[in-house]
């Protein structure tokens, strides 16, 4: 019988009308809820808006959808219950070993530690929930001026599905549990919720500024290199900003200066935006959840703080951006741009193609009257997947070819000066990266 449903005109028919009026449904936990396709998120922010052109971006496909803004949320909503079960997995393993041997590991603080692991799960799990409220509140804010009722009724059944409520200035209560049961069976993305935590640590702790401060010193050195660089027309590009310290830090720095952040990843960028927006201190423990290499259960569980109850949004020079770098393109309708600096930081190497960041890059050349900067730093570690991996030298000939000419070229690898990227320095194992650092102009 559903076969012959399924074959029918009037069924095709049916199905075509859902996904072309963007109001198919789906199951999020025990909610139903529509799904719109055409609504996109425009940037700064959390703006709604189903236009056909958006600012900073060459077409709207390179935007962040609200979709993937729920589904996003709802993966982080399930995070706490993913960690607790991957964790559970050690006691699962604990009791199949014998009798005598699960004695002994007791007497050694082995069942202590997995039960530390998950006080810290559940701490952490409390800022993933204030990095959800943060979110809906901000969503909200965005939109609620909005002329489109059905924006605001879509916020609604968000906040609600997620076990939330909102009263009239956008504030979000959390239900009590009998009205919010979690039935989110999905494939949580731990490994990126994780990274983005960590990020979270690594850019706004001073736990890390070990390994950020030798970075923002040589982007600030080669910015200060630049005639009158601190001025609002010149123009700061950051691609891959990932949770926003940098571009942050750069604005305060050089508070005339235009600085517009670009990441891509939905979750790197919901953390920029919880920690520019938060307005409170925050404790999480990165390294709880590896169980390798480590010294003791202390120092496997230990909290960073992240001071972000003094980060402000007055920074109006800086803008930051959600979507795809490679559709980016400068919003100066009115402003004549003399100079683009783009900032690169451990962000070459996550390219599919080199190539195409290149010509991303060189494509700013067009919007400024004057010269067009490049300064990276960051080492060559390509990641998934990618079409070509350039050694220092085969990068810095390219570039070369390509109409660069190099301000300052040098490469970091040997110790002292090798960079930590969210190194746990009370470990066995600890990872350090040697750096690529360059400041090019481009010939126009």
Known sequence: MVSIIQRSRWYKRWIQNFIENGILLRNAGHHWFRIDNGIILESPG??????????????????????????????????????????????????????????????????????????SINRDSNVVNKIIETTLHQLYKDNKNNESSEYMRLIIELVRSLGYDMNSNGEIITLKEKKWKATLNRDIPLMRISESLSHLCRDWSPDFQNEVRPITEYIESQLLSIPNVDSERNLLVIPGSAVGYIPYRLSKKFPKLQVESIEWSNLMYICNQFALNCKEDVELSPFSQYYSNQIDWKSQTKSIRIPLKDVTTENKNLKPLWGDFRSYM?????????????????????????LEYLETIESLSKHCGKELHWINIGPLKYGTRPMVQFTVDELKQLRQIRGWKDIHSEVINKQPNLNGYLTNTDSLYQGYYGLYKFHSKLNK
């Open 330 to 354: 400068p919003d100066r309708t009115n402003t004549l741009i003399n100079n683009i600096i783009v900032i690169s930081v451990y962000f070459l190497d996550t390219a599919e193609n080199v």
């Open 46 to 119: 959390f703006k709604m808006t189903e236009k056909k052109v958006i600012s900073n971006f060459i077409n709207r496909d390179s935007a962040i959808s609200f979709n993937e803004l729920r589904e996003t949320l709802f993966n982080l909503k399930g995070y706490r219950d993913a960690c607790i079960r991957h964790n559970n997995t050690k006691l699962t393993r604990f009791k199949e070993l014998d009798e005598k041997q699960r004695i002994q590991l007791i007497d050694i603080g082995y069942i202590r530690k997995i039960q530390e692991v998950e006080s």
